[in-house]
């Protein structure tokens, strides 16, 4: 992976931390900044394809964990908002968004008669399949500019840091 020929933006703003707070170590401000500027463009890029299908990113995000569940693309509501990690008042207004178009369905639970299950529809199904083949190909388009070994360190690099991340906390 070539070193970007110019400073970035987030060198700017080192610099003028440096500048502003030279007693300060900024050092975690660099890999902070551009995984935050990193997810800001690439959302972008993201929605632009979700797009082109009607969906926003949730919707897809929805969509998509319905999809991967497998036959009957079919969850309970508590394990797509836990998945998703959104709260309950969020899942019903999106659950309900979802359904006016068409591309859900909420259905008894066989298993337990005071619960629902979410599945897709017929027509979300061929919607979210369409969708995620657009989708993968916009990943690869975005990761292209990366030699596969370079994009396979930084994956192994960033699953550390989610791992750490996703620890509790010590004490």
């Not at 199904?125 to 930084?154: Q, S």
Request: contains cysteine; neutral net charge; aromatic residues 6%.
């Amino acid at each position: 992976m070539p070193l970007p020929s110019a400073p970035d933006a987030v060198d700017a703003i080192l610099a003028q931390w440096r500048r502003e707070r030279p007693d300060l170590d900024t050092g975690p401000m660099g890999p902070i900044g551009r995984l935050k500027r990193c997810a800001a463009l690439m959302e972008r890029r993201l929605e632009t394809t979700f797009a082109r299908f009607g969906l926003s990113f949730w919707e897809f995000d929805m969509l998509a964990t319905l999809r991967r569940s497998g036959a009957p693309y079919r969850l309970a509501p508590t394990a797509l908002f836990s998945t998703l990690m959104v709260t309950s008042g969020t899942m019903t207004h999106r659950l309900q968004k979802l359904e006016a178009s068409g591309w859900v369905e909420r259905l008894p639970n066989p298993d337990d008669a005071r619960s629902l299950l979410v599945q897709l529809t017929p027509e979300g199904l061929a919607l979210i399949d369409r969708a995620v083949e657009a989708h993968v190909e916009n990943e690869h388009a975005i990761l292209a500019p990366l030699k596969a070994a370079d994009l396979a360190a930084l994956d192994r690099r960033l699953a550390q840091l989610m791992a750490a991340l996703e620890a509790p906390p010590a004490g």
